[in-house]
């Protein structure tokens, strides 16, 4: 699997993709590319907390780290009571992003909304309390 540092090139990339996707009205792609850019980012942020040279994908661990939603991932990277109501922009981005599943690569052409990308998009990178913009601080 990769290293930590691969994850985070990997999520910044994953964003700008989802960014130029959006540009281009491909919502469908836009969003789906953004709960990649989470995903990326929690498993940087795990490595770190495990101090793991790379994202432990293989053999015993597999069953525990193999894993693609985020609630979970957010758990595994230490970091689930950080996202509290108390701190509302957080949680509030936190809930648009987590709604993304990659189950959501079977849906329809379509059917993501300019609002629906967008909404996620700026969940992520909002620069004060987006969720990468969180994420990056801790991984």
């Known amino acids: 699997m990769a290293t930590r540092q691969q994850l985070k090139d990997l999520a910044l990339l994953r964003l700008r993709e989802a960014e130029a996707l959006f540009a281009a009205a491909l919502y469908d792609g836009a969003k789906y590319l953004s709960g990649y850019v989470v995903e990326l980012a929690l498993?940087?942020?795990?490595?770190r907390l495990l101090d793991a040279d790379e994202y432990p994908e293989k053999g015993d661990l597999k069953r525990v780290y193999a894993v693609h939603d985020l609630d979970q991932l957010l758990f595994l990277a230490g970091l689930r009571k950080a996202v509290d109501p108390s701190n509302k922009p957080l949680f509030d981005n936190w809930s648009t992003a987590a709604l993304w599943k990659p189950e959501r690569r079977y849906d329809a052409p379509g059917s993501v909304t300019r609002q629906d990308a967008e909404d996620?998009?700026?969940?992520?990178?909002?620069?004060?309390?987006?969720?990468?913009?969180?994420?990056?601080?801790?991984?």
């Open 43 to 47: 498993k940087a942020r795990i490595c």
């Open 120 to 139: 996620i998009l700026n969940a992520i990178r909002d620069s004060s309390h987006g969720v990468l913009t969180w994420i990056k601080t801790l991984w």
